[in-house]
């Protein structure tokens, strides 16, 4: 069965319930079910798509997104989700990596498109919303396949997505996941979210990415729930919808904890409806968890990556208030282990790298047998996080485990220094890297943003540390910047701070 059988046996169930509502339309699950039909018809008469054919999107979340996502699983073909945050050239290399044989776009990234036109080469073109000049509306599309039937040859084995991952060093790898994968990861997140049909889940993070797609808004059509659709974040939006589309559940990332804690409708706006709020994606800072704990809206931290669907770790609901920070346990159908550098399990409370095995791991990445090879072993993810079980059996992560500095033999974790920094009212922002040092193989070097009219120099940051660290962790150096590199989802490109520390050999005190 392929996962398009979902929505069906939802319109079968209660063919007028509404799937998804999206700017002021609602659309039911029976007409949701008809248009992945009729979809699926088209993809399949019209342009020729057949198993295994990749289709790319480069949009805003839409109606449209999921329906394309369940015609390609009913055809056994790939969607290839593409970023709209990155450059034209960052598509065109993920284009042709993937070697797509259509790609459907919102008129808003058209011109972006066509800037590569080469990389499609005769690929079919498919506008929402507008067609011409070799584009080809997606109404009229749909349209053109009316009474047609699409033959069903997807299947649970079947890759059903190919996400490029956000890559914070060199190029993205495409990691694969099945229909299989979709189906395991709903049900982790059914289990960690208590899910049913009742539930309505807001959805604004990006559908490009495993986070807003696999982590709430498929479990979600899964469920037979309610879907409240929204083409981006925007601040102000986002809380207006929460204060009147009532919903049960959202997601959420730290810079949209922030962005809402700090905008002026966050105090008056009305969020009981909410009985749960998902984070992740980074770790994610404890007073942002505390301001929505004060709301009384639980913060349930999924942990987990592209490969791995991505849920791997969850945070229930009612460990939420009480295991502020941490991860929590492992999602219903999944294993974790956390193991050293010789691949032997810890001990508890020990650090290490996590990895995870699960039915809601990747296959592989697409054409990368070498990068497959070092990431999955027997099955096993190896994440690159290096985390730790609490003595409750609760995970905590504390680092990437390339972030980890290793000077005169001892491990120094940059979070434990980022914290130390993070509270300091003059810095805005920091982050801790190492340096090469003749002497001690590593030293950790701070990069630091002073908040805006902060006076704050080097023998004050270091200041910081003395009685609360152990010598050996304290920063040799303090490098001060105007902000820190980031990849387009945000997270500190950490191997550009280490370049910048290298060439900066002279102490800044
Ligand atoms: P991506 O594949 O872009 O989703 O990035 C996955 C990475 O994000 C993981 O390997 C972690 O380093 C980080 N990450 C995801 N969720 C969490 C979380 N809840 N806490 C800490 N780090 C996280």
Known sequence: MDISAWIERHAAYAPAKTAIAFAGREIAY????????????????????????????????????????????R??????????????????????????????????????LESIGGVLGDAHRIGFGFSGSGWRGYGALVEAAAGRDASRVGGPDDPILIVYTSGTTGHPKGAVLT?????????NSTAMHDLVSTDRVLTFLPMFHVGGLNIQT??????????????????????????????TVTLLVPAVMKAMIEHPDWSRTDLSSLRIAGAGSSIVPIELIRAFHARGVPICQIYGSTETGPTAIVLRREDAMRKEGSTGTPALHCEIRIVDDQG?????????????????????????????????KDGWFHTGDIGHQDEEGFYWIDERKKDMIISGGENIYPAELETVLAACPDIAEAAVVARPDPKWGEVPVAVVVPRPGASIDAAAVKALFVGRLAKFKHPHDVVFVDSLPRNVMSKVLRYKLRELVAGVQKPTA
């Open 344 to 376: 032997r399990d810890v001990s508890r409370g020990q650090r290490g790298e996590i990895l995870v095995r699960g039915g809601n791991v990747m296959t592989g990445y697409w054409r990368d047998p070498e990068a497959t090879a070092a990431a999955l």
């Open 179 to 187: 229909q299989s994968a979709l189906l395991w990861n709903a049900i």
């Open 75 to 112: 055809l056994g073909a790939i969607l290839v989700p593409l970023n709209w945050r990155l450059a034209p050239p960052e598509h065109a290399y993920i284009l042709d990596n993937a070697g797509v044989a259509a790609v459907f776009c919102d008129a808003e990234f058209r011109a972006g």
């Open 30 to 73: 029976a007409e949701f079910a008809a248009e992945i039909e009729q979809l699926a018809a088209a993809l399949a008469h019209e342009l020729g798509i057949g198993r295994g054919a990749r289709i790319a999107i480069l949009a805003y979340n839409r109606p449209e997104y999921l329906a394309l996502l369940f015609a390609c699983a």
């Open 218 to 247: 498929l479990p979600a059509l899964h469920a037979g729930a309610t879907v409240l659709l929204q083409p981006r974040f925007v601040p102000a939006e986002a809380l207006a919808a929460i204060a009147q589309q009532r919903p």
